[in-house]
């Protein structure tokens, strides 16, 4: 690839047919690894798309221009990509993490199931956002006016289903009304 082009969008597909595009294989070799694949499609900045192979079941990926890079979460791995050259910087192992969105900001923002956290320029600098209620079961429904609506259980008083809204600049969870 050359050094000018840059990731712009990235989304989950099904396998692409063999040829259908330039195709990369993310791959760490690991005997815990699944035998599932995850399929992205990356689309440049100058409209040519690629695909990318990510060892794991697909769960999200989400790019952020803040950072220049793409997160690709996998039930096998979260991974980190360089959105300049495509490569992978960093990753981690057997991610607990099962929800991942970007800010209007660019900052990541990944939730297993009672937690969640924002992911700034590395892997390693994660901040956790404080709650109202403890959470359990989370889910991400998208983004309106820089809030974040989500939804979850509280935690051992699983009848009691809650919606949230996190603010996108304050990262400061609220109870919707």
């Not at 996998?74 to 360089?82: N, R």
């Not at 809030?147 to 600049?169: A, P, Y």
Request: proline share 4%; with cysteine; net charge negative.
């Amino acid at each position: 690839m050359e050094d000018k082009r840059m990731i712009a969008k990235a989304e989950l597909i099904t396998q692409p047919y063999s040829g259908e595009y330039t195709e990369k294989i993310y791959d760490i070799p690991s005997p815990w690894n699944s035998q599932n694949w995850t399929w992205i499609k990356f689309t440049n900045d100058d409209l040519t798309e690629w695909c990318g192979s990510f060892r794991g079941f697909p769960r999200e990926v989400a790019v952020s221009e803040k950072y220049n890079c793409v997160l690709a979460l996998t039930s096998d791995y979260l991974f980190k990509l360089d959105c300049f050259s495509g490569e992978l910087t960093e990753y981690e192992s057997q991610p607990q993490y099962q929800r991942l969105t970007v800010s209007p900001s660019g900052d990541f923002i990944i939730a297993d199931y009672y937690d969640i956290e924002i992911i700034k320029s590395t892997l390693n600098n994660k901040i956790q956002v404080d709650s109202p209620v403890e959470m359990d079961m989370i889910k991400f429904h998208g983004w309106s006016n820089n809030k974040l609506s989500i939804t979850c259980d509280e935690f051992s008083n699983w009848d009691n289903h809650v919606e949230l809204e996190l603010d996108g600049e304050t990262f400061k969870i609220t109870i919707k009304d």
